[in-house]
């Protein structure tokens, strides 16, 4: 009987020794493998220890300070939060696809050199959110702070060939909303953190039928203005909480938007995926969590679809979405804590070891860490 108590508590201790964090624009999740959910969600800022003022990471001005404002950050998700000692332990890195070169070297090189961790695994977040699915064909729209983008998986694998991506995300609602409240909220108030607090509380999606009145001569009757209690009372007007969203549907100038990403991602892939990714599309991101979002979206799809070059172009009608056991704004991490279980593969890992032999990231973007065993012939 004790045997068996401390075999379960040595497996315990090995589990929790897996530490997943999600680095995002605007907030990092972090916690352990094969747990529900993350232990938290913090905004990917910290003060910086040279000027004292509060900093997002992603505003480095180069590597040096880059390195530092990380140093600073881990820091405090390591020793303040979770408190624990972050010497060779295993971390999961759930990262996008598009992340830069320069920040992913940076943040390997904190983790080795700063605090030592053992090894680290690098997923891509599209991909590790089919492990929250019993399904290993999904299309994966992702629409974080910064951009939204879309990667289809078919069994199993990202069609890389058929990535869209666009700057349509939490920051360009941001823009609309500070931009429609200038009259309303003084230099001061109008932070980052009061406008994205205003969206959550009192902005929606509107339904494709009355965003297409809204800039006619005659417009429906707004919904009704709301309170909004900050240092003061402030009244949010209702054409504000109505029109938020619609940055994201509207067509640049290259003809594109959140909808048509869809499309063009779909029409890039083998005919005989299309379907099956249509009928299995996966949204993730904190955007996507804003009420009317998911139905605004399959009624512009439906919509499009219809329209020429679409519908010379796909054969689909019906647009379907999954609903992952968790909310869209941690959906990845948890794919990733799913995935890390299985963290001792060496295939998968970047040990501390071969890092410092050799001071290099593997990147699936280049060739040579790709490339086949050594006597055979690569073929391009």
């Not at 405090?76 to 990262?95: G, L, Q, T």
């Not at 512009?300 to 869209?328: C, D, G, M, Q, W």
């Amino acid at each position: 009987m004790s045997a068996l108590k401390e075999y379960k508590g040595s497996r315990y201790i090995a589990e929790k020794q897996v530490l997943v964090i999600d680095v995002g624009h605007a907030y990092t999740k972090f916690g352990f493998v094969s747990e529900a959910a993350p232990r938290g969600i913090v905004r990917s800022e910290i003060k910086c220890p040279n000027t004292d003022t509060i900093r997002n990471i992603f505003s480095y001005k180069d590597q040096n300070d880059l390195y530092e404002l990380l140093v600073e950050f881990l820091h405090s998700i390591f020793f303040k939060r979770i408190m624990i000692s972050a010497k060779d332990i295993k971390v999961v890195n759930v990262e996008s696809p598009l992340v830069t070169t320069e920040f992913r070297n940076v943040l390997t090189k904190v983790l080795f050199r700063h605090f030592e961790v053992g090894a680290i695994m690098f997923l891509p977040t599209h991909l590790v959110t089919t492990c929250t699915l019993a399904c290993q064909t999904v299309l994966v729209l992702d629409v974080g702070y910064e951009e939204a983008s879309v990667i289809p998986i078919y069994e199993g694998v990202p069609i890389l060939k058929a990535w869209q991506a666009l700057p349509l995300g939490a920051k360009a609602v941001h823009k609309t909303i500070m931009k429609a409240m200038q009259e309303i909220l003084t230099e001061e108030e109008c932070t980052e953190k009061l406008i994205e607090d205003i969206k959550v509380r009192t902005c929606f999606v509107t339904t494709m039928e009355r965003s297409a009145k809204l800039l006619t001569d005659n417009p429906p009757t707004p919904p009704p203005n709301v309170k909004y209690f900050t240092k003061r009372s402030l009244e949010i007007p209702g054409t504000v909480r109505e029109s938020a969203f619609e940055k994201l549907w509207e067509r640049d100038l290259d003809n594109l938007s959140i909808p048509t990403m869809i499309l063009d991602s779909i029409i890039k892939c083998p005919i005989d995926a299309r379907k099956p990714l249509a009928e299995n599309i996966l949204l993730i991101g904190g955007t996507v969590m804003t009420t009317g979002f998911i139905t605004r979206l399959k009624s512009e799809l439906e919509h499009i679809i219809n329209r020429e070059p679409y519908s010379e172009k796909l054969t689909l009608r019906k647009f379907k979405f999954h609903t992952a056991p968790s909310k869209p704004n941690y959906t990845a991490w948890l794919g990733g804590a799913i995935f890390g279980i299985a963290a001792d593969l060496p295939s998968r890992c970047l040990s501390k070891e071969a890092y410092l032999e050799t001071n290099h990231v593997p990147d699936w973007v280049c060739l040579i860490d790709n490339r086949k065993d050594d006597g055979e012939n690569i073929e391009y």
